[in-house]
């Protein structure tokens, strides 16, 4: 069973930076690709991005350029530095680490 453990979120004027963190523990060895994903409400759960063990990513073309999706192999831990926030990025946002595993999703509000 993986664990996913995320940090990072916060309220943030428009213009800032935050960087979320996911942790991951348990049978994850297997597991090739992790992201971050985001719902606002009233809205669809949409992709944010993805990165491989391969270190190859996808980002939605919202976040291209102002976001940065990064993994660390040995610490098993995933990371999503956002720079240039707008307020049309709050949202919940979560980890994903391949298959149905989830991490419990973490605030970001982003305030004009």
């Not at 660390?72 to 149905?100: F, H, I, R």
Request: contains cysteine; aromatic residues 10%.
């Amino acid at each position: 069973q993986v664990k996913l453990v995320e940090s990072g979120g916060g309220l943030v004027q428009a213009g800032g930076s935050l960087r979320l963190s996911c942790a991951a523990s348990g049978i994850i060895f297997s597991i090739n690709v992790s992201g971050w994903y985001r719902q606002a409400p009233g809205k669809q759960r949409e992709l944010v991005a993805l990165i491989r063990a391969g270190g190859s990513t996808n980002y939605a073309d919202s976040v291209k350029g102002r976001f940065t999706i990064s993994r660390d192999n040995a610490k098993n831990t995933v990371y999503l530095q956002m720079n240039s926030l707008k307020p049309e990025d709050t949202a919940v946002y979560y980890c994903y680490w391949g298959g149905s595993n989830w991490g419990q999703g973490t605030q970001v509000t982003v305030s004009s």
